[in-house]
């Protein structure tokens, strides 16, 4: 079992900036990508950034050059740093990990529950 909790997000105005942090806790042994994806109303769910457990980055082209996404693997902590925030940026955000659990040597993807961020014009 595998729990994903997001923390961070806020009501901001637009250009401001928001750090998202997402923990992962339960019977893990790796993990592997991590993720964050986001889901405005009426909207499908769109990835917006990736790391790999070696740190190599991808982000969607909206938010390239604004957006940075880190993680501490000691701490099974991932992090999104948003710069230059935009009304469109506003959206439930979601964490999501490639986890190998301790007791099934598989990879299987987690979700966390979201956090809202909410960028005013």
């Known amino acids: 079992q595998v729990q994903l909790v997001e923390s961070g997000g806020d009501l901001v105005q637009a250009g401001g900036s928001l750090r998202l942090s997402c923990a992962a806790s339960g019977v893990i042994f790796r993990i592997n990508d991590m993720a964050w994806y986001r889901q405005a109303p009426g909207k499908q769910r769109e990835l917006v950034a990736t790391?790999?457990?070696?740190?190599?980055?991808n982000y969607a082209d909206s938010v390239k050059g604004r957006f940075t996404i880190s993680r501490d693997n000691a701490k099974n902590r991932i992090y999104l740093q948003m710069n230059s925030l935009k009304p469109e940026d506003t959206a439930v955000y979601y964490c999501?990990?490639?986890?190998?659990?301790?007791?099934?040597?598989?990879?299987?993807?987690?979700w966390g529950q979201g956090t809202q961020v909410t960028v005013s014009s």
């Open positions: 999501s990990a490639l986890v190998v659990l301790i007791t099934a040597p598989v990879e299987t993807w987690s």
């Open positions: 790391i790999t457990s070696g740190g190599s980055t």
